[in-house]
């Protein structure tokens, strides 16, 4: 068996003797005999002391310029990257070697056939996921 926390409920933060009837704030708290804090009262009326705190100011809206704006760096930052790789890319790919195709021998610089390569597998795999989806949408 449990008894209920007579404690106030307040925000964590605030003075749980704000709002109290019969309480005031006249100065900061002294401490009694026995070490326990109290709050000086006022006999008489009351002053309007420190007002207690509302409910938080609703954040502004977000409107997702900063999501774009970070997504912008970043893709700005990637490009940059890929640029500066593919450059070097080139300088140290410049020797020419022989490429064996099906009905002819060709000579080509190394950095086009790995470049023209990369194109060819990049449609293979863009062909296949163009099926699946076809083949979702169809189910």
């Known amino acids: 068996m449990s008894t209920p926390d007579p404690r ?17 704030h006249s100065g900061p708290p002294t401490v ?13 009326p009351t002053a309007p002391g420190p007002a207690a705190p509302g409910p938080a100011a609703p954040a502004q809206p977000r409107t997702g310029h900063t999501g774009r704006t970070i997504g912008r760096t970043l893709a700005a930052a990637l490009l940059i990257f890929v640029t500066v790789v593919l450059v070097l890319f080139v300088v ?19 950095v086009l056939a790995l470049v023209i390569a990369a194109v060819l597998g990049g449609l293979v795999v863009a062909l296949l996921g163009a099926m699946r ?7």
Do not use: C, H, Y
């Not at 009694?32 to 008489?44: D, L, N």
């Not at 009905?103 to 190394?110: S, W």
């Not at 989806?133 to 189910?139: F, I, L, M, Q, T």
């Open 32 to 44: 009694a005999a026995g070490g326990v804090p109290t709050v000086p009262t006022a006999p008489g």
């Open 8 to 24: 106030p409920v307040n925000p964590p933060g605030t003075d749980p003797t704000l709002g109290m009837p019969g309480t005031t």
């Open 92 to 110: 140290f790919n410049t020797q020419t070697v022989d490429i064996s195709l099906v009905f002819a021998d060709v000579e080509a610089p190394l």
């Open 133 to 139: 989806r076809a083949r979702r949408r169809n189910r």
